[in-house]
């Protein structure tokens, strides 16, 4: 039903190109005008990805995790929210992931991550994630300091070795059924500007705005590099980017859902079979409920 509905491919990063921001429309939406023509197919992928989770958590052999990152107030919290309302909760996990605790820097930078790995059948969402390792404490290097580590290597190769620790950790995750699929919510400076303005003016919305985010905002150009670099180093075959347009909420939420349902499609998830012996044990129950 939703095979064909948009064109994915200005919104994937090829493996091994080169990436600028400057190349991703943050305000594009396809052939779709409006929120209004979009609502009913987001709907129907959202009903469709419920019933591709059904099927993956009978069939217990995959996982998936997804990935979202994305520079403050490019709306990751709702495009979750809107995206997963129509699956099971039993098959679905969520994690933010904050400024690591005591314990985490006292552990690899993965490990925090591992252990949040969803189980087969089940789908995993990381609110941010290990990426922020070559993209916050990239922008903020004292935050090295912190981690405890051996002697560094010197200029950017600390981050082009984390890069290929990434890749090799996402490639065992891949090889043992859990696939991996990253979203960048690729918001611009204007509208990120109207939505903090937004959370100020509001008041139901002031609890969403730190004082942080704008001195944040002060680093654009640093995180912008950060993520260009990333998304160079990081866009593999076996888990590719998808930097998706953030600025129209509507159209995000839309094609994350069916890139979403498009990727548990090509995994011909199927509900387990049957023996012939369990098949006869059912008719014996059906038979002994129906005579009761």
């Known amino acids: ?8 491919s200005p919104f994937l990063v090829k493996p091994g190109s080169k990436v600028s921001l400057k190349d991703f429309d943050p305000r594009y939406t396809g052939k779709f005008q409006d929120k209004t023509e979009a609502q ?19 069939q217990n ?25 129509g699956v099971n909760p ?13 314990e985490e820097l006292d552990h690899d930078y993965l490990w925090r ?4 790995l969803p189980e087969r059948g089940r789908i ?3 609110n941010r994630s290990y990426y922020e390792e070559v993209l916050v404490v990239r922008v903020h290097p004292e935050l090295l300091a912190k981690q405890q580590l051996p002697e560094l290597p010197e200029g950017d190769r600390i ?8 890749n090799h950790f996402e490639k065992y995750l891949v090889n043992n059924g859990i696939i991996v699929l990253k979203f960048f919510l690729n918001v611009s400076k204007a509208e990120q500007k109207k939505r903090f303005l937004e959370r100020i003016n509001r008041p139901e919305k002031n609890w969403k705005f730190e004082m942080g985010d704008v001195n944040e905002r002060q680093r654009w150009d640093e995180y912008i590099r950060a993520y260009e670099d990333t998304f160079s180093n990081t866009s593999t075959e076996w888990a590719p980017w998808h930097i998706i347009p953030a600025d129209h909420k509507w159209f995000t939420r839309l094609a994350v859902a069916n890139l979403i349902c498009d990727r548990l499609k090509s995994l011909n998830l199927n509900y387990p079979s049957v023996s012939a012996e369990h098949r006869q044990r059912l008719l014996e129950a059906k038979e002994q409920l129906e005579n009761e």
Not at 62 to 84: C, E, P, R, W
Not at 90 to 102: H, N, R, W
Not at 113 to 116: L, T, V, Y
């Open 159 to 166: 981050w082009q070795q984390r890069f290929e620790e990434i």
């Open 124 to 126: 995993g969402i990381f």
């Open 90 to 102: 039993q098959g679905c996990q969520v994690y933010s992931f904050k400024a690591p605790s005591a």
């Open 61 to 85: 052999t995959y996982a998936l995790l997804i990935i979202f990152q994305a520079i403050d107030a490019a709306g990751k919290d709702s495009t979750i929210k809107h995206v997963m309302s």
């Open 1 to 8: 039903m939703l095979v064909g509905l948009m064109d994915y």
């Open 113 to 116: 991550s591992m252990k949040a």
């Open 40 to 58: 009913g197919k987001l709907q129907a992928g959202v009903q469709q990805l419920g019933i591709y989770q059904d099927v993956l958590y009978a």
